[in-house]
């Protein structure tokens, strides 16, 4: 029986502003959630639907946060543990369902390389729940038990489809973003969706599916998989693998005089960190750098490169004892979609994992910025969407890729299109630029032309014309790809510029600047695609053993 780890108070927030919600929920669960404490210091976030004062936010304590870094232990763990205990391990698994979403806002299936690989995306979740004894302990909080959990952390693991790369990207958890439409398999209560919510609400709309569908919907890019760990399970893990190598630069104590802080005190240099102290790792704000939430997902990379580094060079089949803990600690610690719901599958995904060299492991945090209306919470930049790209792409990010062909791949369609005169297309003119007034008429043109071959659904859009630098054709679910693709073929429109997109409500042609005259369509040579990852997305080495966290002098003893 694994002793029991003393409660840690956490004050430790990355923005101390409120959020949105329903001032009736608990502080913990509900709309707008902040998870944190109503009894104790901190700097947690408004239950409300306006602005607590400043002063009764600091009063409160931020829910225990930590990395789901401790999940890819499981992942690449359960290789070595092999079958121990099948039928034993196998009960231990708890699964749910992979994706709560409507189907409209799901990605498009992962395309086959030519070799006909195909590349993974797990996502990995921090929950917070409180919905035990233990997890209620080591999340300080007396109010909240067995509340709506939140996915404070989540990382999405990407496996490049010849399994020779894996990049890893952490999203801050005060992000605004689109949560879509999600209904909880168990109760059928549907949540609505919800334009600028934070991600880690997502969590407690129906389960994990709902958090999978919430990254679906911002980076269009497909999950195979889910992992969740909470917080027993991450203390647990850290046991199990009997600490991992962790560093700073000098003497650090995360605590202030007004209770904010992990509680982390190390000695400069290199120590071994597990359980609680792991924990107290994983969740540090204030002590590293510039105090901030950033500086707290480059030491929860740290540590999950350490970790990696840690498994492969002491996880072998020689040590039974040693793997039997961890596969125990492993399937009682995490809940997975149904797809990984065995050990048999686990395994198998371990496996495929194992081939990718430490090396060739890429870490980075999702770049952001501060909200211009809401300066405590962060939204995706551009450079985020370049790296979602180079995702859905399969681009390593450590840059040792070879140049990938200039022509795109076909893409994989699920359905079948319409017969030509049942097809509806809206026609929208976007022809002007930022020097030219739009071409007129360009909508009823092109109606005309998409008629007089056989379309007859096509309409003409009658409001103001808008600027589109290249023509496209956007569609808002997979059942009507088949039927964007078809008008792109009708008109020799480039597969690659049919888009999906949830801001169109049907199959939307967008006549653009590239296409003023005419009815011939002539598609603009292609430009090359710059394929680094952003300076902004902090990218890590896997394999790097120097990393050691800086610490705030103000924290140093």
Same mark, same amino acid.
């Given at each position: 029986?694994?002793?029991?780890?003393?409660?840690?108070?956490?004050?430790?927030?990355?923005?101390?502003?409120?959020?949105?919600?329903?001032?009736?929920?608990?502080?913990?669960?509900?709309?707008?959630?902040?998870?944190?404490?109503?009894?104790?210091?901190?700097?947690?976030? %408004?239950?409300?639907?306006?602005?607590?004062?400043? !002063?009764?936010?600091?009063?409160?304590?931020?829910?225990?946060?930590?990395?789901?870094?401790?999940?890819?232990? @499981?992942?690449?763990?359960?290789?070595?543990?092999?079958?121990?205990?099948?039928?034993?391990?196998?009960?231990? *698994?708890? %699964?749910?369902?992979?994706?709560?979403?409507?189907?409209?806002?799901?990605?498009?299936?992962?395309?086959?390389?030519?070799?006909?690989?195909?590349?993974?995306?797990?996502?990995?979740?921090?929950?917070?729940?409180?919905?035990?004894?233990?997890?209620?302990?080591?999340?300080?909080?007396?109010?909240?038990?067995?509340?709506?959990?939140?996915?404070? #952390?989540?990382?999405?693991?990407?496996?490049?489809?010849?399994?020779?790369?894996?990049?890893?990207?952490?999203?801050?958890?005060?992000?605004?973003?689109? *949560?879509?439409?999600?209904?909880?398999?168990?109760?059928?209560?549907?949540?609505?969706?919800?334009?600028?919510?934070?991600?880690?609400?997502?969590?407690?709309?129906?389960?994990?599916?709902?958090?999978?569908?919430?990254?679906?919907?911002?980076?269009?890019?497909?999950?195979?998989?889910?992992?969740?760990?909470?917080?027993?399970? #991450?203390?647990?893990?850290?046991?199990?693998?009997?600490?991992?190598?962790?560093?700073?630069?000098?003497?650090?104590?995360?605590?202030?005089?007004?209770?904010?802080?992990?509680?982390?005190?190390?000695?400069?240099?290199?120590?071994? #960190?597990?359980?609680?102290?792991?924990?107290?790792?994983?969740?540090?704000?204030?002590?590293?750098?510039?105090?901030?939430?950033?500086?707290?997902?480059?030491?929860?990379?740290?540590?999950?490169?350490?970790?990696?580094?840690?498994?492969? %060079?002491?996880?072998?089949? +020689?040590?039974?004892?040693?793997?039997?803990?961890?596969?125990?600690?492993?399937?009682?610690?995490?809940?997975?979609? $149904?797809?990984?719901?065995?050990?048999?599958?686990?395994?198998?995904?371990?496996?495929?994992?194992?081939? #990718?060299?430490?090396?060739?492991?890429?870490?980075?945090?999702?770049?952001?910025?501060?909200?211009?209306?809401?300066?405590?919470?962060?939204?995706?930049?551009?450079?985020?969407?370049?790296?979602?790209?180079? @995702?859905?792409?399969?681009?390593?990010? !450590?840059?040792?890729?070879?140049?990938?062909? +200039?022509?795109?791949?076909?893409?994989?369609?699920?359905?079948?299109?319409?017969?030509?005169?049942?097809?509806?297309?809206?026609?929208?003119?976007?022809?002007?630029?930022?020097?030219?007034?739009?071409?007129?008429?360009?909508?009823?043109? @092109?109606?005309?032309?998409?008629?007089?071959?056989?379309?007859?659904?096509?309409?003409?859009? +009658?409001?103001?014309?808008?600027?589109?630098?290249?023509?496209?054709?956007?569609?808002?679910?997979?059942?009507?790809?088949?039927?964007?693709?078809?008008?792109?073929?009708?008109?020799? *429109?480039?597969?690659?510029?049919?888009?999906?997109?949830?801001?169109?409500?049907?199959?939307?042609?967008?006549?653009?600047? $590239?296409?003023?005259?005419?009815?011939?369509?002539?598609?603009?040579?292609?430009?090359?695609?710059? $394929?680094?990852?952003?300076? %902004?997305?902090?990218?890590?080495?896997?394999?790097?053993?120097?990393?050691?966290?800086?610490?705030?002098?103000?924290?140093?003893?």
């Amino acid at each position: 029986m694994r002793a029991e780890v003393p409660a840690v108070e956490d004050a430790e927030t990355a923005f101390p502003a409120p959020r949105d919600g329903d001032a009736s929920q608990s502080e913990h669960g509900g709309k707008g959630s902040g998870g944190g404490d109503q009894d104790g210091t901190g700097d947690g976030d %408004s239950g409300g639907g306006g602005r607590r004062p400043a !002063d009764r936010r600091r009063r409160r304590r931020r829910a225990l946060r930590w990395s789901a870094s401790v999940l890819a232990l @499981v992942i690449l763990g359960t290789a070595g543990a092999g079958y121990l205990y099948y039928r034993h391990l196998n009960a231990n *698994i708890k %699964s749910a369902d992979l994706n709560l979403g409507d189907a409209k806002d799901r990605a498009a299936q992962t395309r086959a390389n030519s070799a006909g690989q195909t590349a993974l995306n797990i996502l990995l979740i921090g929950s917070d729940a409180r919905d035990s004894t233990e997890n209620q302990k080591l999340g300080g909080a007396r109010d909240t038990f067995d509340g709506p959990p939140l996915a404070d #952390v989540q990382m999405l693991l990407h496996v490049s489809a010849d399994r020779t790369n894996m990049s890893v990207v952490s999203m801050p958890r005060d992000t605004l973003l689109s *949560i879509p439409k999600c209904t909880d398999p168990e109760s059928g209560k549907v949540y609505g969706a919800s334009d600028r919510a934070m991600t880690n609400e997502s969590l407690g709309r129906g389960g994990p599916g709902c958090t999978v569908a919430t990254w679906e919907k911002l980076t269009d890019i497909h999950i195979d998989h889910f992992m969740m760990i909470d917080f027993a399970g #991450v203390v647990s893990m850290a046991d199990a693998i009997g600490g991992v190598p962790v560093c700073v630069d000098a003497n650090v104590h995360s605590h202030t005089s007004t209770g904010k802080g992990s509680g982390l005190k190390l000695e400069e240099g290199t120590t071994a #960190v597990k359980g609680e102290q792991a924990l107290q790792w994983l969740r540090t704000r204030y002590g590293f750098e510039d105090d901030t939430d950033l500086a707290r997902a480059k030491a929860q990379h740290m540590y999950m490169n350490s970790m990696v580094r840690q498994l492969r %060079s002491e996880a072998k089949l +020689t040590k039974p004892n040693s793997l039997r803990k961890l596969a125990e600690a492993a399937t009682k610690a995490i809940t997975v979609d $149904d797809g990984l719901g065995s050990i048999t599958k686990m395994y198998d995904l371990a496996t495929e994992l194992q081939k #990718v060299p430490t090396e060739r492991i890429t870490m980075t945090t999702m770049p952001n910025r501060y909200d211009t209306y809401d300066t405590g919470r962060v939204v995706p930049t551009e450079d985020a969407d370049k790296l979602f790209r180079l @995702v859905r792409e399969d681009i390593a990010l !450590d840059g040792k890729d070879k140049k990938k062909p +200039t022509a795109s791949p076909a893409p994989t369609v699920t359905d079948v299109a319409a017969d030509d005169g049942k097809i509806a297309v809206q026609v929208h003119n976007g022809t002007r630029t930022d020097t030219l007034a739009p071409a007129g008429g360009r909508a009823t043109a @092109v109606t005309e032309l998409l008629q007089e071959k056989g379309l007859t659904g096509a309409l003409a859009d +009658t409001s103001a014309a808008t600027s589109e630098e290249t023509t496209v054709i956007r569609y808002p679910s997979a059942d009507l790809q088949a039927d964007a693709l078809r008008v792109a073929t009708v008109l020799g *429109i480039p597969a690659d510029q049919v888009k999906k997109s949830t801001d169109v409500s049907g199959v939307t042609l967008f006549v653009g600047a $590239d296409w003023r005259s005419g009815d011939t369509y002539k598609a603009p040579e292609k430009k090359e695609e710059d $394929d680094t990852t952003p300076e %902004s997305a902090q990218a890590m080495n896997g394999a790097d053993e120097s990393q050691c966290m800086h610490v705030d002098p103000a924290y140093s003893w």
